[in-house]
């Protein structure tokens, strides 16, 4: 009975042993992925300051272009009106003078 009770325990103790051998290996993979996930949060996070960093810098140049426009805009407005202010000078004088009635009938 003694040997029977032996066996069984040896048994035990092994498929302690196999169990436990299991769970150590589950352990080193569960460590392996943890280990290759944190690598790729860090790949991913430097990843995200890199396109945030651009993203800061599109930012500013999109401001300077804005600027830029709102210039050119109002540079062309005064152009413009500096022009209509000419025309509409010339075109007194050239009433005034009576040169104007004078082009449009030639005969």
């Known amino acids: 009975m003694m040997t029977r009770k032996a066996t069984v325990d040896a048994r035990e103790a092994e ?7 299991e769970l150590e ?4 993979e569960a460590a392996a992925r943890e280990e290759r ?8 996070l430097a990843r995200l300051a ?13 401001g300077e ?10 540079e062309y407005r005064e152009h ?8 509409a000078f010339a075109d ?3 009433r005034n003078s009576g040169i104007a009635a004078g ?3 030639s005969g």
């Open 37 to 44: 996930l944190r690598r790729e949060l860090e790949a991913a």
């Open 80 to 87: 413009v009106r500096a022009l209509s202010e000419r025309l």
């Open 50 to 62: 890199v396109a945030e960093e651009g993203e800061e810098r599109l930012c500013v140049q999109l």
């Open 15 to 21: 498929e302690i042993r196999r169990r436990n051998a």
């Open 25 to 28: 290996r589950a352990v080193a």
């Open 65 to 74: 272009l804005e600027a830029e426009a709102v210039t050119q805009a109002v």
């Open 103 to 105: 082009v449009g009938s």
């Open 92 to 94: 007194g004088v050239l």
